[in-house]
């Protein structure tokens, strides 16, 4: 599997409430940033597929987090009604056959199967009903992406070396929840890293958002991280 270019593994989530805010950071970061993440908010304002369009025509890489779950028969009509809009990733949060779905109907769209929320700490996870190790309930989750013919997982930089010696390169590893050392303020994530470990430890791309978003210079934030993953990359 080839791993792509330092610069390339850097995907920005672009958490913001509308087009305007999302349009004004795209700017700032042209010429840093070529991998863009949409998620629930911007097309929830109408904005998502907007946005794909735009980003694709000035030739972005765009991940749409959109973490389909229903019947398989809805996921699968729904992935295709994404496969063809030139989106790089798109993510299904479910079982082996939603999965099976997504992949069938996927064509030149990659498919990530969601492993366990980076939100989640054992207590969430255990108040959910999964009475297991999140360790092994993400392994156990990567190997069924991998059975599904997923391209690869979302999953924690917590649980990155445990799927590296399970599955050794076979699955894509996009891993959330990246702080860099700098930036390690209190929010809804429990489940991080940074971009450094993150790196050495197997993930194949990063997302990143508030550090980046919320920096007073976004691309020098997003080029630190950059020179991050490059030396990571190196060692």
Known sequence: ???????????????????????????????????????????????GFTLLDELVRRRKQVFVDLKFFDVPATVGRAVAQLADRGATFTTVHGNQAMMEAAVAAAGPLQILAVTALTSLDRGDLDDLGFDCDP?????????????????????????????RAALDAHLLVVTPGVRPVDNRAEDDQKRIVTPHAAITQGADYLVVGRPIRDAADPAGAARRIQREIAAAAAD
């Open 135 to 163: 360790t092994a309930l993400v392994v156990s989750r990567a190997r069924r992406a991998l059975e599904a013919g997923c391209a690869g997982v979302v999953a924690s930089g917590m649980e990155l070396t445990a799927i």
């Open 1 to 47: 599997m080839a791993v792509p270019d330092a610069a390339d593994r850097l995907i920005f989530a672009l958490d913001v409430p509308d087009l305007a805010a999302a349009r004004v950071l795209i700017d700032r970061l042209e010429g840093v940033v070529g991998f863009y993440k949409l998620g629930l908010e911007l097309f929830m304002a109408g904005a």
